[in-house]
């Protein structure tokens, strides 16, 4: 079966603008869940997504928002994009939310701030 | 806050030899403890995990140890390969979707 799908693979923006990544689970999984990626700072966790509703979110400003869709994709959105917002952009999805099943990651979306 | 420690941040070991990695978590809800590795210009992919009312499970050469009462629990991999090179990250959840990682673990196997 498909794996969870990461779209763009990479993207280069520059200072100030806006970006919005894309995943889409594995069919039948409910829950997505977003992670940011840095060398220094490990799996840092953005938001979870079960059903359409924001279960969960972590310690990051208002710029970094999500959304999903009835057909479980989802979408995240950062406004104003900053140098430090250069990452590995992770999308998990996994059947329940929480995690406590494991999740299937994607690729991931490398993202460059210029 | 919650959190889970994870030790050490790099290891290097020569191919053959068994490697453990370690990790410590602090909320004592914790019920799920999955493994997951990550390979160079992937994302993690899990390999393993364990829960509460298990203290031990093994797949072929990797094995995970859980002691609750002391909240720890450790990753090990016997006769360790090339293809083991990567980086390693133990999760912590407590279900009610909160899953915390560890830093990561480099883990360099020398052929």
């Known amino acids: 079966k498909a794996g969870v799908t990461q779209t763009p693979r990479y993207l280069i923006k520059t200072r100030g603008q806006q970006v919005t990544l894309s995943c889409s689970p594995i069919?039948?999984?409910?829950?997505v869940s977003w992670y940011q990626q840095t060398p220094g700072q490990g799996l840092q966790f953005l938001f979870e997504y079960f059903s359409e509703t924001q279960r969960n979110k972590g310690n990051f400003p208002g710029r970094f928002s999500g959304r999903q869709f009835s057909n479980s994709r989802s979408e995240m959105n950062v406004s104003t994009l900053e140098l430090g917002d250069s990452a590995l952009y992770l999308c998990?999805?996994?059947?329940?939310?929480?995690?406590?099943?494991?999740?299937?990651f994607g690729s991931g979306t490398r993202l460059t701030v210029v | 806050g919650e959190n889970v420690e994870q030790h050490p941040s790099t290891l290097s070991v020569q191919e053959g030899d068994s490697a453990v990695i370690k990790c410590t978590y602090s909320d004592s809800a914790s019920n799920y403890f999955p493994w997951y590795k990550q390979e160079l210009g992937k994302g993690p992919q899990l390999i393993i995990d364990i829960r509460s009312n298990v203290g031990e499970k093994k797949d072929q050469r990797i094995a995970v140890t859980l002691n609750k009462t002391a909240k720890h629990f450790s990753l090990h991999i016997t006769e360790t390969q090339p293809e083991d090179s990567a980086v390693y990250f133990c999760a912590a959840s407590t279900g009610g979707f909160k899953t915390i990682f560890g830093a990561g673990t480099r883990l360099f196997v020398k052929a």
């Open positions: 069919s039948g999984h409910r829950s």
């Open positions: 998990a999805s996994s059947r329940t939310g929480g995690g406590d099943y494991g999740y299937t």
